[in-house]
T-cell receptor, first 111, second 116 residues
């Protein structure tokens, strides 16, 4: 039981490049989400999904796309990376009346 | 809109001292959940506690205790006899109940440093 896994752990992009951050969970949770963590700002919700085929925006969705084709996977896409997207990204699953499990994070730098 | 305020940005205490981390929240919901997470220097987020709005009993887990007071909208966290391993950033978070209750609103965190 791996819990929540994220790849890659580190990534450096140039402005304008695109990439996908991967997130997978093996706990059969319906709910998954993406947060970004910036210094002095805590974690902020980017997008979330309450089940396969259902996604919605969080607090800071601009510049990011998501889709949920399976229960296990919830990738986050940056279409055209900007320096303002330099951050640490956390994926989470679970929730509701239960604990949310967080992945180990992806540290992204956009030059 | 929901909001979580952790006014203490950084705290340093000498090992074995007690320390309290403050958390004040705002919500219009009558049913909600409060959480504390620990983020050690390694970067992962470690779940510490979840409390629903109907349960105002204080909770103790080893050296950790939590004081939930709806009257002051506070959910404070106390570490007794602190240890160096307690050094971390601590986040308080809030979620609403019902559909969408998985969305967490985080405070900005308190960086706790335990001095040996």
């Amino acid at each position: 039981n791996a819990g929540v896994t994220q790849t890659p752990k580190f990534q450096v992009l140039k402005t304008g490049q695109s990439m996908t951050l991967q997130c997978a969970q093996d706990m059969n949770h319906e709910y998954m989400s993406w947060y970004r963590q910036d210094p002095g700002m805590g974690l902020r919700l980017i997008h979330y999904s309450v089940g396969a085929g259902i996604t919605d925006q969080g607090e800071v969705p601009n510049g990011y796309n998501v889709s949920r084709s399976t229960t296990e996977d919830f990738p986050l896409r940056l279409l055209s990376a900007a320096p303002s997207q330099t951050s640490v990204y956390f994926c989470a699953s679970g929730g509701g009346i239960n604990e949310q499990f967080f992945g180990p994070g992806t540290r992204l730098t956009v030059l | 809109a929901q909001k979580v305020t952790q006014a203490q940005t950084e705290i340093s205490v000498v090992e074995k001292e007690d320390v309290t981390l403050d958390c004040v929240y705002e919500t219009r919901d009558t049913t909600y959940y409060l959480f504390w997470y620990k983020q050690p220097p390694s970067g992962e987020l470690v779940f510490l506690i979840r409390r629903n709005s109907f349960d105002e009993q204080n909770e103790i887990s080893g050296r950790y205790s939590w004081n939930f007071q709806k009257s002051t909208s506070s959910f404070n966290f106390t570490i007794t006899a602190s240890q160096v391993v307690d050094s971390a950033v601590y986040f308080c978070a809030l979620s609403e109940a019902g559909f969408g209750n998985e969305k967490l609103t985080f405070g900005t965190g308190t960086r706790l440093t335990i001095i040996p």
